[in-house]
Structure formats: structure tokens, C-alpha cells
């Protein structure tokens, strides 16, 4: 029957072809001629064009449903082949795929159909450079461009703005949006474009770019940029009296020793860079002084200084200095290349100040060095071989210290004074409440942008308030820390550091690196030694897993602890098992010996290893399933809050009391999307056990039990921009876990726009350790991948000298909100009943003002309410504002800050400045200090039309500068007082004639104690005036008068010189130098003048006879 029927079967289809053979041709002869296969559309609708033979009627359909033959426009017959076009007017599509069929009208049988694609919303962001290379001139630019693309891959239709972030380089052309961070481009219709200039320094550049939730990251290479040699420096010769060089160092002039001999003295100062073959060399030399020394006599690493440090030109324009040679010595010598080697960045030698940047890579966290040094430096590709060294000569005292924000932006005092400038490491860091040693999140900021720092009195003020809590997207309480690693001066013995590192690299593809690397370092620092070698390594598992690995050990001399020894290891293995199941797991230890406090804080004696399983299960269900277990064997820090503390300051914390506890928690949840809102639902099960016996109830020790617990969230979206959220953990069995309380928590989210977003949460504790207690926060917060604006400082500035001087003008402003154009609220509330210090599994939390070393587990923070409000106003371009006011208080005390700050034009030519800053001390345990007040007041005169006149004015009022914590043991009256006016001028009636003015005084007051005030007045005079004879020849003469009344001090020096130019470079001058000091109180009157003779060459053509190395060839005229 089955074989009949088969049988049947194709004979009545084959007979069914042969008697009706014009059905099978008319099917052939239906076909859709528009849209094309697979073609792309730009908007959901189209014009079907189809064609088929005459007497016949077709239907179409769009994805399963007919398309209403309403839509039938012009119909067109051709006689000669008797085959029909017809064309469907308006059709609609859906986004992305579309299935158009064609069918004869009441047949069921699809006769052709086609597939076709309408662009939808972005699903995806692509960035890219068009070139791979630039040179690193500061001038040649890489070509960014972009593009959105749809779930499909295809380039989406919409507008947009992207926003664009580089770890170096700046953008160019006009900001789309100059309201918000960073720098941003629209994408018309899907494609954006932008040039991002390239810096001085040849490196490797991440750009990212992000939009909405998207966001993408390449590559650049920015190489050595084989300049023309360029050479330029003095040579100085002078034959007169020993103190009575006008010129030379104010310390030198009129020595105490009255040894006034006649001296010859030959002095000079060199820069050249330059190309030698495939190398770039560049080099500095001053035979008088450090490179890096300025006219305060400062040393600083990297010459770096703070906006409200730098001063404003008397004249100039409006160019841009970088110091491209710091070397805290005498000598800078740097040689480089593009390394030969694809994407291995540069090959280099080079003596100065440096960066240990190739020991703090991805794979690195227990062998991680991240420091500020001077000293030699060398790194080289040789193949997939990357091997760098470094070595530091004369390092001074390292300390790390981690701090407990209050709620305000400062001051921070640091546990030492007299900081090593420039050699400081700032970092803020989070982690859970109850997890000590786990950070989750590190970011380190920049000087100028993000804080000031006091290098003298040791403290930082940073540009935004910081909060003492933060709650993740899972609700979990974060705790803030600031940890600061930094170099102070210390006694004067002999410390070297050096180092080396060697990386086998794997792949070098973007995205996908993969290397082998090991790290030693040993630092000579007298009478205690620390040495630190280790090997790690990175294996990138496809696009979307990696494997890192690492051991570190370390031999560490602490006063503290003595000689210790101990290792540390870390295996992290996360990836991409199947779509949809994400998959990681971890292990990381640290004996209680193992030190290395130039990286990121962990817990010594602390093991915590897990494995964690999420799974997408459709759309809108995820599962996930944790196991995580903690060792802590290490030592407690000692609870210690003496003065002690204060006044004598550690590197590592005093041992306290022994660990020897465990923790097992496993949990199991679910994630469900009800509709627009989110329900989770974990179950959680922990197992605490203490394995020292003798405890009392004073311990803080653990004690041996079990608990399971019930966390529940609820997320709903009650607008596009407004959310609400709450989160309930609730311990189900009958005693709680002794670290982790039970808590509720509600909050709303109000996305004001697009990566800002101003929360409001309140957390309630209601069992365990913490009952009772309860946190309220309200701020203004980006999403965490927000970069910070690197061109505020450009863009806010109204002139090249004016260094955009108001409050918000240098800094990276990360959490505003923008009321209306140019109108920007920064705002920030924090509440705290009771005390969050209690015990951790780490030991017992305690105030202090800062912990030494690696004792962050200690900190805890009080209770306390703190708010901030804060307002900027950008949108004249000749005037520009901004105020913030923060007040803290607490039961430790309170502490407020007012800034304000204002830059305008009055006029075209005259130009105001006006800033005010007040605060106290924001540490735990450090009260009672005065205020500290800074105003300043200046105008600038410049007339844009006519230089000829150029004058500043300058005012500022100082109260209590220099208080630190040891003032507290002096009593109330130890504050201090400050008034400072200053004016200086330049005039140059013609090229012939030019003055210069200055005159300064300063007013201070001292109040040692409630009836003994000290009062000083010192005054400082400057005058001087140039005439050119002509060409060859000038007349100088210049006068300066310092007096001090109080001190029954003055001083008076004058000088009269002539010159004459031999040759454009070579100046011959001879004059007559006078000076005198009156000082009663201490070295008496002494005085000293004399003729003196010099010469002076300028260098660069002292190596013009080879080859002409160093010359700037003339620029040949343009016709």
C-alpha cells in the first residue's frame, strides 16, 4: 500500500506538470525586481517593484502578512513579452529583517520571495584610527572615525553624539556638546569622525568611544618623531667679585662669609634633540643648577606644578610649554626609537625623571610597582622579548598612607610633612563594608584636575567632595578610601632603588594580549632593605576570557615588624563558556609576611578563593550561582589611638591581635524581568569559623556559627529617566552573622542625562553588629566608565595667559548636571547614624587619621551628616564663575569648605581674577586646627591692540597656611596671619627704550599665644631699564631694595652694564656691581662692589661644523 501510494504520488505529479506546463512558466516569469537580495534600507517603508505575465494577479506579503492592494500605483504592460510591471507604493517594513513574498492571488504557494534589512537603533559602536602609526610631534593628528551599527551589523540611520576619551593626546575642532565631560562628535547617520592630536611623547593611546550604553576602545601607535636636530643653550664667562654676581643665585649675592674675591667663573646650559639614524636623542645640561630647580629653589620631579601655582605671564602669547627634559640633577639624556617590533611601543634609554609604567601592567598586582622616580630607565623589544630596567639613585623615604573621606574635598593630611614634589601616587579606592582586602574599583587621579596637593604641610584637597559610601548596582554597601603612596624627605644616608622586568609576549593584537613576564626590585633604603621578585602572566582566551596567573615574594626590613619574609599568588579565570553562560573563577593569597605597599591594597594573611556561574536563561531570566571562601591567618592591626599616632608616624602598622578565621558563603539566585520592572531573588548561606579558642567578651574575635539569609531587589522604572529601587536581606535562621547585618534599602534614580544620573538612597540596619544604624546619601554621579574632561582647561580659558584660573577651570569635572547652558549643579548629601567601625574578619575597625602601610582593613568611619552644593557658569566667554559650599559634622567635629571663584574681562584690555578657599582639617581624630583661608584678587592689563604697556596687580590674603596636626600640642594660639600686595609693569615706548617695575609687601601676623602676637612687614622694590644704542650695542641698569623693619633688616643692590654684540651669538658686557645688607640682629652690615667683565655665547652652532647638526635652516621666502 505505502509502495502505491508512493507510486501514485509521482506519477500524479509528473502528469500534473504535463497537462498543465503555462503554470509552472508563469511562476517563472513572477519576480521581484526591487528591493534587491539582501539589500539595506534606510527607513521601514519602500516601493515593491514586481513583474509577471499578463492574465495573471499576484498578492504580496511583508513577513507573513498581506500587503493591502491599496498600495498599487503605476502599472506598466510591455506587448513584446507580454510580461506586467507593477509597482507597490509606501510598503512598510519592520526593522531589521523582512521576508518580501510574491505568490499568485488565492494560492497558497510562495512563488518568489526575497530578504531585505532596514537599518534599526544602534545595538553596537565601532571605533577606529585610519592611521596606525603617527608621529609623536605634537602637531600630526590620527584620523578617528566610527561607526552605529544595528543588532543586524548594519550601519544604523540615527544621529547621535558620541562621546571620545584618550589616555594622551587632545582632540581637535569644536566639541558638540561642551556642556558635558569629555569630548564629543555627532554621528550623522551612523558615522562619526573626528582628529585626535598627537602629544611630545611617542606611546601607545587607547581611545574609547561611548554612546548611551555603548561603547568601543582601539588603538593608536603615536612613534618617535625623527625631528630636524634643533640645539640651543648659553655659555656664561665672568671675571669679578665673588658676591657681587647681580645675576646669579640670591643666596650667592653678599655671602655672610664675606669672601668677596675675585673669581673667574664659567657656567652654561644646553637642550638638543635631534635624529642620529633611526634614533631620536634628546638632551639637557646646566652646569649650575638641577634642571628642575626653579626660582624658589624647588626641585620638583618632572617640574610639575599646580594651576593655582602657576603664574600669570606679565607678557606673551597664548603658546603652550611642556617640559619634555625633567631631571632633578644636572643632566637629562634620553635615546629612542620606534621599535621595530608591531605594536611593542618604543625602545629607549634614558637618565632623568620616569614613570614605572612597563612594572604596573594588567597581570600585575602583588608584583605591581607603580612610582615616581629619578634615576636611569631602559627598555627594549627583541623579537616577542621585552626586557626593562630601571635605577634610581638617592630615593628618598617611601610611605603609603590610606585615608577615610568625610564627605568633603579637604584638607587631608598625610602622616609626613615635607613631601619629595611630584613623587606622590594618588588613588581612590572601593570596596565592601564587610570584605577588607577585596578592591573592586581603583582610579587614580591626576594633580590639577582632580586635587591640590601641599607638599610642605602634607595634605590634599581635592576638586570634588568624596563621599564616605557608595552602593554598586547589586546594592551592596561600598566603603571609600584614598590611598596615597608618596617619597618625604628623610635623613641623609645613601638609598638606591633599581629593578627589572622581562615580558614574553604571546600576541600583541589588541584586545587579545597574551604574555609571560617576571619582576625583580630591590630598594637600598639604609638601615632597611625591601626586595620584591615574582612572575606573572596573561592568556587571553578569544575576544571574551582571559586567564591571569601570579606569585610575588618579598623580604621587608620594617621598623614595625622586623625582618619578614612571605608570598603571595592570584589565578583569575573568567570567559565565555557557551552564549549566555559567563563563567569565573579566582584565587589570590597573601601570606602575612608578603609586603609591597606600591600597589593596590590587600590584607596580608588573607586567602579567598571561589568560583561564580551566571546564565542567561531567555530575555528576560538570568540565574546565577557563587561559591567563595576567605582565610584570614594574618594579625590584626593594634587599636591604637594615642597621640602617638599622630606626631610619630609609622610605614607599617603595630601587630595586634592573631586571626585565624574562615567564611563560606554560598548563593543561589534568580533575576527576572516582569514587564518593565526587575525582581531578584538570592538565597545565601554562610559558615563563619573561629579557630582561637580563648575568647572573651571583650574579643574581637569571631565566634563558630552558621547563617542563611534571604536578599531580595526590586528594580522599576517609573519613567524613561526616573527609577526605583529596593533591596531586603533578611537572615533566616535564629542569631545573625556577626560581620554581616540585616539591612533594607530604597532608592531612586533619576537619569538626568545620559551618564549622570542623581541618586537618592536610604539604608536601614536592623540586625547584626551594625542595628540601629542607618546611611542616607543623595549625589550626583557618572557611570563608572565616564573618562574625565582633559580639556576643560582649554576651553574654559579666556586668553593663553589667563591658564582658565577659576575654580572648575583646571579640574575634570565627572558628576554635574546642567540646568541650562553653560549653568552647571554639582551637588552631594551624605547621612550616617552611628558608628561603622565595629569588626571585620580582618580585626576590629577603629578611627585614625590615616593608616600606615597596609593596615587599610582598620579604618572604619563615624556617624555624621555632610552635603555639598556647588555652581559653575561657563557661558559668557568673558566671564566665567563657579561657588561650592561643603559642610561636615559629626560627632568628632565638623569641618567647612567655601570655594568661589570668578575670571572676566571688565574691559577688552583689563582682566580680573578673583578666588576664595576655606577649610579645615577632614581626618578622623584631627580637630581643634583653625581654619585655613586663601583669597586672592588680581587684574591684568593688556591691551590687545598695542603692547607697548603691560602691568598686574595682585592682592592675597592668607590665614593659618601652615597648621598641621602637631600644632594641636601648642594650643589654640598658634594661628597665623597674612596680607600680600604685589604690582609690577613693563614699558617699551620703542624698540630702543624698555622699564620694568615691581614692588611687593607682605604683612604678617602670628599669634604664638593669647598675649604674645609677632608682627612682620618686609617690602621688596625692582627696577630696571634697557637702552639699545643700535644693533650692537646696550645699556642696562637695574636697582633692587629689600626691607624688613621688624627684623632691623634691609637690603640694597644696584647694577650698570654695558654690551656689545661681537656677532649675533657672541655678547661681551662689562659693568660695575654694588651691594649692601644691614642686618643688626644677626651677621651685622657687610657690603661688597667691584667692576666686573663678561662674555656670553649662545650654542647653537657649536656643532655646525658637523654637518650642521642642531642649525634650523631658514625658512625660504613665500612668493
Known sequence: EGGWGVRFSLANNNSDEESHPEISQTENQIKILSPTVNSVLDVPATSIIVQYPVGTKIELEVNGKKVDSSLIGRTETDTNTNLITQIWYGVSLQEGENIITAKIAGSLTEITSIKTEVRGAPQKLTVETIEAKVPADGRSTAT??????????????????VTLAATSGEFEGPDADSEQPGFQVEAKKGTFIAKLRSPLQAETTTIRATTLDLEAFTQVQFETALRPSLMTGVLNVRIGARGTDYFGSFQDFLPADGNNETRFDVNGAVFATGAIGEWLF??????????????NCDNRLFRSYQASEQNYPLYGDSSKTEVIAPSTDQVYARLERSSHVPNAGSDYVMWGDYHTNEFATRSQEFTSITRQLHGFKGNYNLGNLQVSAFYGNNVEGFQRDTVVPDGTSGYYFLSRRLLVPGSEDVFIELEELHRPGTVLQRERLSRGPDYEIDYDRGTLLFREPLLRTDVDKDGNVLVRRIVTTYQFESAGEDTNIYGGRVRYHLSREFGKESWLGGTYLREDKGGRDFELYGADALISLGSKGSLIAEYAHSSNNSPELGVVTGSAYRVELQGQITPGLDARAYYRSADTGFANNATVSFVPGQTRYGAQLQARIGNTTNLRVQYDHEDNNGIAPEVSTTFDDLFNPRFDPIPGTQLDNSLTTISAGIEQ???????????????REDRISDLSSTSSQLRLHSAHALRSRFTLPITNNLTFRAQNELTLSSETDTIYPDRTLIGLDWRVH?????????????????????????DIKGDYNITRDTTLTSRFSILGGANGLTGEGAIGLKHIWTISPGLKLDLAYEHVFGDFFGNTAAGEKYPQPYAFGQGASALGFGDGDSYSVGLSYTNDPNFKASARFEHRTSSQGSNTVISASALGKISPALTALVSYHQANSANQTITDLGDTINLRVGLAYRNPYNDKFNALLRYEYRKNPATIPNTILLGSGTGSESHVFAAEAIYAPSWRWEFYGKYALRNSTTYLAEDLVGKSTISLAQLRATYRLGYKWDLVGEARWISQPSGDYSETAFLVEAGYYLTPNLRLAAGYSFGKINDNDFTGSRSAGGFYAGLTVKLNNLLGAFGGWGQQKVTPSQE
Request: hydrophobic share 30%.
Open 144 to 161: 578617528v572615525t566610527g561607526q552605529l551599527l544595528d543588532e543586524n551589523g548594519n550601519v544604523s540611520n540615527r544621529d547621535g553624539v
Open 282 to 295: 634628546t638632551g639637557a645640561y646646566n652646569s649650575n643648577r638641577p634642571l628642575n630647580l626653579d626660582c
Open 673 to 687: 524581568k516582569i514587564g518593565k520592572a526587575t525582581l531578584g531573588l538570592d538565597w545565601i548561606y554562610r559558615d
Open 754 to 778: 545620559p551618564g549622570v544620573t542623581v541618586g537618592l538612597a536610604q539604608q536601614w540596619f536592623t540586625r547584626g553588629q551594625y542595628a540601629g544604624q542607618s546611611l542616607t546619601s543623595l
